[in-house]
């Protein structure tokens, strides 16, 4: 049974550029949450998808987006990248419905911008 | 901001048990204790959790205050594997999203 999938695992992008992350979520679930990792903390929450609509938002600037398709898989999108967006992006997935199961986080995708 | 309150750093020695505290004064009744944890470079993984009774599975077990103001995580017998950061959450619902503190770095010693 394959987890939650993330691509691509590494990324160098220039300040300024825009960038799309994509994650496809484990086998049975339907939620997908962005979280982002710098260096040393811990995850912040960035959104979550539920039903291809953006359910919770962090504390995150419109400079982030997101999309989540019919089939669950979801994309994070940067618009006007700083060097303080350089961090290991984290997805995960979950079932909202039904009996809580964890999240199962994929290995994230590193992002440096320079 | 995190709900939980958890020491920066502990060592372990291999073989020997590992027990990892979190205190979360401030929870509320619906409210249920997770445990994650990141080894170097990956993404968290899910440990357990519980409301308000004593859960165990293979991988840990969690002890849950009467008051819920704290528990405390267990792995009976550590390994050089359970070198990881470990991350006390609390949580309502299933909906809730995750809010991840800075969490405890765990050593484990040969």
């Known amino acids: 049974d394959a987890g939650v999938t993330q691509s691509p695992t590494h990324l160098i992008k220039t300040r300024g550029q825009q960038v799309t992350l994509r994650c496809s979520p484990k086998?049975?679930?339907?939620?997908v949450s962005w979280y982002q990792q710098a260096l040393g903390q811990g995850p912040q929450f960035i959104f979550q998808?539920?039903?291809?609509?953006?359910?919770q938002r962090g504390n995150f600037p419109d400079r982030f987006s997101g999309h989540q398709f019919p089939n669950y898989s979801s994309e994070l999108n940067v618009n006007a990248l700083l060097l303080g967006d350089s961090a290991l992006y984290l997805c995960?997935?979950?079932?909202?419905?039904?009996?809580?199961?964890?999240?199962?986080f994929g290995s994230g995708t590193r992002l440096t911008v320079v | 901001d995190a709900k939980t309150t958890q020491p920066t750093s502990m060592d372990c020695a291999e073989g020997r048990a590992a027990n990892l505290p979190c205190n979360h004064s401030t929870i509320s009744g619906n409210e249920y204790v997770y445990w994650y944890r990141q080894i170097h470079s990956q993404g968290p993984q899910y440990i357990i959790h519980?409301?308000?009774n004593n859960e165990t599975n293979e991988m840990a077990s969690l002890i849950i205050t009467e008051d819920r103001k704290s528990s405390t995580l267990i792995l009976p017998h550590a390994t050089l594997r359970d070198t990881a950061v470990y991350y006390c959450?609390?949580?309502?619902?299933?909906?809730?999203?995750?809010?991840f503190g800075k969490g405890t770095k765990l050593s484990v010693k040969p």
């Open positions: 998808y539920y039903e291809e609509e953006e359910r």
């Open positions: 519980g409301l308000k």
């Open positions: 995960a997935s979950s079932l909202t419905s039904g009996a809580y199961y964890g999240y199962t």
């Open positions: 086998s049975g679930h339907d939620t």
């Open positions: 959450i609390v949580r309502g619902g299933s909906q809730g999203n995750l809010i």
